[in-house]
């Protein structure tokens, strides 16, 4: 079926717009493949909105004469979009049949399955193309880049056709001693097959992270050698690992009786585990959208406003995922130990926690570059399942198993860590609101499918954008600079108390008054940070912020001091 034939009614005159910060229009609304145009005619050259079909996650409508009743004479209907990025907008358009066409219209092509029907497939800007690589790096050029792995690992081709693990990259890096037919074994021990692969390696004391999906011991608590090897591999047998297993000891045994499990300590002795609960799934997704229609309402007193975020747990997992991160680099930056973490799948916390702690950890995972090359590396080429968590946000009433705003909650707590070290980031929390936008819906084909193997398949790299490149380009990166940048080599260590935590207000109060002011504040406290620069030189500004580095200043005060100036 052609796109096209999706659109019932192409055109529509003298419709009414009504969206956050402007006032209502009258203008013409256009319905294409894959967006929504309103122009009021003031200025042919540009529309006044334009919206990507798939950044919609629900409509609602209200029209008159539903019921086959004689056309009243100036009949309309109403109907509300609802946002992706959690936008709400207003259109009203006259009669009643172009409504429910204009409204069917967008349900059909908001919703599109076939991944090559999607925008990126088509989107063709002027600044970029399709040829080059695709992409910022790959794991074999990321193991080239990392001289301290050269002595202790490899790069392992098993997964090249993907049969071994099918959300697996085709190369990752193992163990030097351990052979192909041993991570073949080890994989057929795991769920989806993700044996124990390294995602980092200290740049102080050479200690590892590895993650991995959960062993599949089951009731009669079955053993892998090879799996047991490749992990006694990691370390020497004089040193000690720590197995961090997001589940409570209680899910972690009801698991074996589905097939799952945990690492024994009689098979793993070098192991010790350490059970850490993290919500998933459903319960998760539930959060975000009692989190968004807390917000949503303005008229809350405060009493209902406090009660209903509290109620949400958002913070709760935010805290859960920020506190878990902490003692994986508590065990390899303090005590000296490498860290293997999984959960069930290995697919949504397993990346969470990761991703943190590399961003704790790692002064290069600080940079533009480096926070980029980190979500491609762990999330993208790992195999989080964007387009099944992604499908809807918080207002769709379609409600999938498979959803789950895991991406979303690893950008919520990168803004508390921003927030609380605002010299440490080389980014700023534009380039975060930007990510969570693009996740959902987007030009580009970086979140497209839900694994490696699944791009190929669908030419994803060949006929689409790469949107970590194209937020590389100088005249682009400059946008999401933060002008408070100081480098360190230091870890930094975000507090989890429950007064350091807050609602990441730039995302979920976006569209409200109070967040508007706050994007004007900041515009103009980096504008006076900028200006102070360039009159003190660089040399005599960094002795100045090197001063707030060293005692990592939390941002209420750093704020508090530009204010002053």
């Not at 002027?126 to 695709?134: A, D, E, F, N, V």
């Not at 085709?170 to 163990?175: D, E, L, Q």
């Not at 097959?193 to 089951?218: A, D, E, K, W």
């Amino acid at each position: 079926m052609e796109l096209s034939e999706h659109i019932k009614t192409a055109n529509v005159e003298d419709v009414t717009l009504k969206r956050p910060f402007h006032p209502a229009l009258r203008g013409t609304l256009c319905v294409t493949s894959h967006h929504l145009l309103f122009s009021d005619r003031k200025d042919e050259a540009s529309w006044q909105l334009l919206i990507l079909l798939r950044n919609i996650d629900a409509i609602e409508k209200s029209v008159e004469n539903l019921f086959g009743y004689p056309r009243a004479v100036g009949s309309s209907g109403t109907i509300t979009i609802k946002c992706k990025d959690l936008l709400v907008l207003q259109l009203e358009i006259p009669g009643m049949e172009e409504c429910l066409n204009i409204a069917s219209s967008i349900e059909a092509l908001s919703s599109l399955e076939s991944v090559t029907e999607m925008y990126p497939f088509f989107y063709r800007p002027s600044h970029l193309t399709l040829q080059g690589p695709w992409g910022l790096s790959s794991m074999e050029q990321y193991y080239k880049q990392t001289e301290r792995l050269w002595d202790r690992w490899r790069v392992s081709t098993v997964n090249s056709d993907y049969s071994v693990c099918p959300s697996y990259p085709s190369a990752v890096i193992v163990p030097r001693e351990v052979a192909d037919d041993m991570l073949i074994r080890s994989a057929r021990f795991r769920q989806g097959g993700r044996f124990p692969v390294l995602s980092y390696c200290h740049h102080r004391n050479g200690m590892v992270i590895m993650r991995s999906s959960q062993p599949l011991t089951g009731a009669n608590k079955k053993r892998c050698k090879e799996d047991e090897l490749l992990l006694q591999a990691v370390i020497d047998g004089s040193e000690l690992g720590y197995v961090i297993d997001l589940r409570s000891a209680q899910q972690a045994q009801q698991a074996r009786m589905t097939g799952g499990g945990f690492e024994s300590k009689s098979c793993y002795s070098h192991w010790k585990r350490i059970h850490r609960h993290h919500e998933r799934g459903k319960v998760v997704q539930e959060s975000l959208i009692k989190l968004v229609e807390a917000c949503s309402d303005p008229s809350h007193s405060v009493d209902r406003w406090l009660s209903k975020l509290e109620n949400s747990k958002w913070l709760s997992h935010v805290h859960s995922a920020l506190s878990t991160a902490g003692l994986v680099v508590e065990c390899v930056e303090r005590d000296g130990h490498s860290v293997l973490v999984h959960g069930s799948e290995g697919t949504d916390n397993t990346l969470l926690v990761s991703s943190l702690a590399q961003l704790i950890l790692d002064p290069a995972s600080r940079t533009v570059t480096g926070f980029l090359c980190l979500l491609e590396r762990e999330w993208i080429q790992a195999g989080h399942p964007f387009q099944q968590r992604c499908a809807h946000s918080a207002y769709s009433h379609a409600r999938l198993k498979q959803e789950c705003p895991s991406f979303l909650l690893l950008l919520d707590c990168v803004w508390q860590v921003w927030r609380q070290f605002p010299l440490a980031l080389e980014f700023s929390e534009a380039l975060l609101l930007r990510l969570a936008q693009e996740a959902y819906a987007s030009n580009y084909g970086t979140f497209l499918c839900n694994s490696e193997q699944e791009r190929c398949a669908a030419g994803v790299k060949e006929n689409t954008h790469c949107l970590l490149q194209s937020l590389l380009k100088p005249d682009i990166e400059e946008q999401y600079l933060n002008p408070l940048y100081e480098p360190t080599d230091l870890a930094i260590w975000p507090s989890v108390h429950p007064q350091s935590l807050q609602l990441w207000t730039g995302l979920f109060l976006r569209w409200t008054e109070y967040a508007q002011n706050m994007v004007e504040a900041r515009e103009e406290v980096w504008s006076i940070v900028k200006e102070h620069r360039e009159r003190a030189g660089p040399d005599q500004t960094n002795n100045t912020l090197s001063t707030h580095c060293e005692t990592l200043t939390p941002f209420e005060n750093l704020m508090d001091e530009l204010t002053i100036l």
